[in-house]
Each structure stands twice: as C-alpha cells, then as structure tokens.
Nanobody, 128 residues
Framework: QVQLVESGGGLVQAGGSLRLSCAAS????????MGWFRQAPGKEREFVAA????????YYADSVKGRFTISRDNAKNTVYLQMNSLKPEDTAVYSC?????????????????????WGQGTQVTVSS
C-alpha cells in the first residue's frame, strides 16, 4: 500500500511561484511513474506533468510547458512540481498520482481509474 500526501499549495499573485510536494509512503516508490493533475471548479481533471520512475523522462501539458518543472527524489520518496510564472487560470486543486512502471506519456493519457494511487490534493489559488 502506498499513500500520497500533497503539500505546498496556497494563495499567490499572478507571476509568482509555488513548489508542490507529493510525499509517498512505502518502499517501492521508485517503481512508480508519477503524475500531477489539476481540477478547477466546474471543470474536468486535466493532466499537468509526469515523470518516469527513474526521473529520466518527463512530459508536460502544453499549457504549463516552460513554466512548470516536475522532479523527484527517490531517496526521499517525494515528487515535486515547481510552478513559476503562475497565471489565474492555473487556479485548481492539484493532485499527484502513481502508476507502476508507466511512462510519462502513458500517465498523461491514462484514465483516472487505472492509476494505482491518488493523493487527496492541495489547493492552488492565483490572484490577478
């Protein structure tokens, strides 16, 4: 069993930065591809970024490419999302998800129910 706990959300002005963390319990974290997703009020959940189990490959949604960076530290069982140049349209609940041995591109296109684990989410609000 793996539990995912997100942190680092908050209120920030447009143009600002936040770093989200997703801490995983369990000893097999390095076996999982990890993804960040977000859901704004009244909208469907959307893919943000994903990273391979080793950290050697990443994939981003076009809407965040060049502004957001996903990374991971397998020694700390944690995946990060550095968010720069934030925009009001980035406002959403951000969740991390784990998919065993899945590539970043697969994570970007997988149905939600096929992920092994989901976190509870952290709110990010960007004011204009």
């Amino acid at each position: 069993q793996v539990q995912l706990v997100e942190s680092g959300g908050g209120l920030v002005q447009a143009g600002g930065s936040l770093r989200l963390s997703c801490a995983a319990s369990g000893r097999t974290f390095s076996s999982y591809g990890m993804g960040w997703f977000r859901q704004a009020p009244g909208k469907e959940r959307e893919f943000v970024a994903a990273i391979y189990s080793s950290g050697g490959s990443t994939y981003y949604a076009d809407s965040v490419k060049g502004r957001f960076t996903i990374s991971r530290d397998n020694a700390k069982n944690t995946v990060y999302l550095q968010m720069n140049s934030l925009k009001p349209e980035d406002t959403a609940v951000y969740s991390c998800a784990a998919a065993r041995f899945k590539s970043p591109f697969t994570i970007a296109t997988m149905p939600s129910g096929e992920f092994d684990y989901w976190g509870q989410g952290t709110q990010v609000t960007v004011s204009s």
